[in-house]
């Protein structure tokens, strides 16, 4: 009997460890790991915008029209490659994160994610962003904080975007894919503009709804006319 209340004692104990080593696995090691895995993503396009660079791949002219591209006119993004860099001074003058080409998880680990097939930044349409609320770097942990009329600052190392936010967070499920739709229906916008969606996982740790916000294209400027207003303090 005492063996088998011996077996069970050091059974928990072996339990108990395990689930605090994953517990610290997921609230510091992912966190540690992605903060490295952006600050090297921003040092990417701190070096392609050095060399002229904004993070797109050319396109190619259509065949038959005999129409000439720029080979650094504006393209589709590079899958899983960073763009832009994001500032919310909501969320703290320090915040500030990589946004790059798609969602999926391996892309989300390194910042933030761009939904394919959305608008290009500072273009007319929806230009959808997500990120994670919690773990890797807990990139929209404060998420509910924001307000309408906060800014969300991009700058894609040649222009600053300063986005107003006029609706959110708003709650809806996964499946709503609608919230990302040139003309969100239930952002309050009723024809077509320069939008942005953030998305993020809710409640906190878990991930059965969707938080949502909805912004426009407030202005724009070039990096070499300084820091926007919204960031300066």
């Keep these: 009997m005492r063996v088998v209340v011996r077996t069970i004692s050091e ?12 517990v610290v696995y997921v609230l510091f090691w992912t966190g540690v790991k992605a903060d490295s895995a952006m600050d090297h993503q921003i040092d990417v396009l701190q070096k392609q915008w050095s060399k002229g660079s ?36 909501r969320l703290g003058f320090t915040w500030n994160k990589p946004v790059l080409e798609g969602t999926a998880t391996g892309v989300l680990k390194k910042g933030l994610g761009h939904y394919r097939g959305t608008a290009q930044l500072g273009q007319t349409g929806n230009f959808s962003v997500a990120g994670h609320r919690r773990t890797y770097g807990d990139p929209f942990k404060d998420f509910p904080k924001l307000r309408r009329g906060d800014a969300v600052v991009l700058t894609d190392g ?76």
């Design 54 to 89: 904004v993070g797109q791949e050319s396109k190619a002219p259509a065949e038959g029209t005999g129409a000439t591209e720029s080979p650094n006119a504006p393209g589709p993004y590079k899958y899983g490659g960073p763009f832009a860099v994001m500032y919310i001074p």
């Design 11 to 22: 059974l928990c104990i072996t339990v108990g460890t395990l689930i605090v080593l994953f």
């Design 158 to 233: 040649t222009t600053w975007f300063t986005y107003r936010i006029d609706k959110g967070p708003y709650k809806t499920v996964p499946s709503d894919i609608e919230v990302i739709d040139p003309v969100p229906r239930k952002s309050g916008y009723t024809r077509p503009g320069r939008y942005l969606t953030l998305t993020t996982c809710d409640p906190e740790w878990g991930h059965s709804h969707r938080l949502i916000v909805w912004a426009h294209l407030d202005s724009t400027q070039p990096v070499e006319a300084g820091k926007p207003g919204a960031l300066r303090r």
